[in-house]
């Protein structure tokens, strides 16, 4: 049994370095600690990139995804307990109480992890979301100028043209539908015709 605490590392790396050259040949603290570490770790890894993708990439449903973070965090604390049985010298109430400890620790870490990359994903799919309507309204600015407009007499009928087409950013090399009178990239802001103006030299 060991006399010091769990988090007197220095002690309690003594007393297992006196227990690894003791009679006990049978049990090998440092082994259990290595396995138990081992286990706990893949098991942690494998849980954060679960999370990952049930969170943050959206690729896998909530449901089913929260069944396998709780299976993996199982298998973390089984992980924990191993390494909690060699690190107090085969001291089962004492290893107990040492994984309770790491686990409620380890749980706490998982709930920020998940807080995090909720957090991360409403950026990542707000900005996607906000291109994306930048570029629909783009779009539906360039049809309405194109096809139909206003007059005096009543709305104008449209008529199909055949010069409506998407045009290249000269800065980002992206196509888009464009809206005059500057015609503005809508993924990088530059407007395409004062571009064009000024890599032919022509002075308005």
């Known amino acids: 049994m060991s006399t010091s605490t769990a988090f007197d590392v220095a002690g309690r790396s003594r007393e297992i370095a006196a227990y690894e050259r003791g009679p006990n040949f049978r049990r090998r603290p440092l082994l259990t600690m290595l396995a138990g570490l081992l286990l706990a ?93 930048k570029q629909r309204g783009q779009v539906l600015g360039a049809l309405g100028y194109l096809g139909a407009g206003e007059s005096d007499d009543g709305p104008a009928k449209a008529e199909p043209n055949p010069h409506f087409s998407m045009i290249t950013c000269a800065h980002c090399e992206r196509q888009f539908f464009p809206v005059p009178p500057d015609a503005i990239c809508p993924w990088c802001d530059t407007p395409y015709l004062t571009t064009r103006t000024e890599s032919s030299g022509i002075v308005p």
Do not use: Q
């Not at 494998?46 to 959206?58: G, K, V």
């Not at 449903?61 to 924990?80: I, R």
């Open 41 to 133: 770790a893949v098991a942690a890894v494998l849980c954060a990139l679960l999370a990952r993708d049930i969170w943050y990439e959206r690729s896998v449903p909530v449901d089913s995804g929260l069944f396998g973070v709780s299976l993996l965090f199982c298998f973390y604390v089984g992980g924990v307990f191993i390494f909690a049985l060699g690190y107090e010298l085969y001291d089962v109430p004492r290893a107990l109480r040492f994984t309770i400890v790491l686990a409620i620790l380890g749980l706490l870490a998982l709930v920020f992890m998940i807080a995090a990359l909720i957090a991360l994903a409403v950026v990542k799919h707000g900005a996607a979301i906000a291109v994306s309507e």
